[in-house]
């Protein structure tokens, strides 16, 4: 198979002028953000991310099918995908960072965070929550995904309502971690439309107003994206790390880069890529099979330069533990799959004990 460098992709995309033959290249523009390949069956397969500017976004589709085009035309490419994303530029952590929350009872505070949604994050979240709390340790969840808070359904305690002391909620109690949720507070039918701005105030409101106790870990469900309300949330919790949870398919993991990018903008530790629905278990004859392009995710963390965590399959009972209010990991603990689990909260165990806790 011939050789593809990155010079080679770079020099096609170099190509690709979207205002015209004498207008600027995508490359010069500073809009080629993620750019990754791996062998294919039919040679190289390639896959780009553009950075354009958020209002020229839907004007700019037809790029994708030119710079597509032009990176084909290389010698060695057997398929190219090319995503436009349209993120407005983040604020600098040093411009109006916002102030720090005093959580002086949290010892280490973990975001969990995916590119886009529906990849497992919450699965995954109370999965690992229990893994740690089974270590002996003291967990609490905060269900920061605002838009589809799912951990109360998740945790078997949809419907309960927190209980008040002094003015304060008190954290809801489910398989011995402290819970709570925005989903507790508003009806789980109820469509919230959310700003930005309202989210960050929302999710600044649950850790301030919940009386969280003493915790030895806090595991945060981010909202999906890496957009201004994650970034706030970054900003104001002094984390000790963030989890990316990521599928095999590449635009997860084009999206999976984003979410390493913004944690790395604010300064905030990559603990690590878990790759989520991996391969498949059959529930039958226990064989593995690996349906998507697996493997992806190991290589994107090794590319990256961030821990690669563990690949956690895809399999019937770990959804139906979760749509039963009994995560995985509690209802079978020596399955295969509760033992990704626990595997995966040593090593984030490991990895946080490296470094002391940030001033909280
Ligand atoms: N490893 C897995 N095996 C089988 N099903 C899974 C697995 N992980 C997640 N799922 C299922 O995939 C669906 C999406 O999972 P989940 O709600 O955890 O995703 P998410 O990334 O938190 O989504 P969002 O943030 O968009 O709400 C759920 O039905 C869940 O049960």
Not at 220 to 243: F, N, R, Y
Request: charged residues 20%; negative net charge; proline residues 9%.
């Amino acid at each position: 198979m011939t050789d593809v460098t990155r010079a080679d992709l770079l020099a096609a995309l170099a190509q690709v002028r979207p205002d015209g033959p004498s207008g600027p290249d995508v490359v010069s523009l500073g809009w080629v953000e993620g750019l990754a390949q791996r062998p294919g069956a039919h040679g190289v397969e390639v896959s780009v991310a553009l950075a354009v500017p958020a209002e020229r976004a839907r004007a700019l589709e037809p790029v994708c099918a030119t710079a597509e085009a032009a990176l084909r035309a290389v010698p060695g490419v057997g398929r190219a995908s090319v995503v436009l994303t349209a993120e407005r530029p983040a604020p600098a952590p040093t411009r109006a960072a916002p102030a720090r929350l005093s959580l002086p009872g949290l010892k280490r505070v973990i975001a969990v965070a995916s590119g886009k949604g529906g990849v497992g994050k919450s699965t995954t979240t109370v999965n690992l929550a229990i893994a740690l709390a089974r270590r002996g340790l003291r967990v609490a969840v905060l269900d920061a995904d605002v838009y589809g808070p799912s951990l109360p359904r998740l945790l078997g305690v949809a419907g309960t309502r927190p209980a008040n002391a002094g003015g304060r909620l008190l954290p809801v109690p489910a398989h011995g971690l402290s819970v709570m949720s925005i989903g507790f507070l508003v009806p789980e039918e109820d469509p919230v439309i959310w700003r930005g701005p309202m989210v960050a105030g929302a999710l600044e409101q649950l850790l301030r107003d919940v009386d969280w106790g003493e915790q030895d870990v806090m595991l945060l469900d981010m909202p999906p994206g890496t957009g201004d309300a994650q970034l706030t949330v970054c900003q104001k919790v002094a984390l000790d790390g963030a989890i990316i949870v990521s599928t095999p398919q590449d635009i997860a993991l084009l999206d999976a880069r984003k979410g390493l990018a913004m944690f790395r903008k604010v300064d905030v530790p990559i603990l690590g890529i878990v790759e989520n629905m991996s391969y498949f278990l059959c529930p039958h004859c226990g064989e593995r099979t690996d349906i998507f392009s697996h493997g992806g995710a190991r290589r994107t963390a090794e590319e990256l330069g961030a821990p690669f965590l563990g690949a956690l399959p895809l399999d019937v009972q770990v959804r139906e533990a979760a749509d039963a209010g009994q995560p995985l990991a509690l209802a079978h603990p020596d399955s295969p799959q509760a033992q990704a689990y626990d595997s995966l909260a040593a090593q984030v165990w490991t990895l946080l004990e490296k470094n002391p806790a940030p001033e909280r």
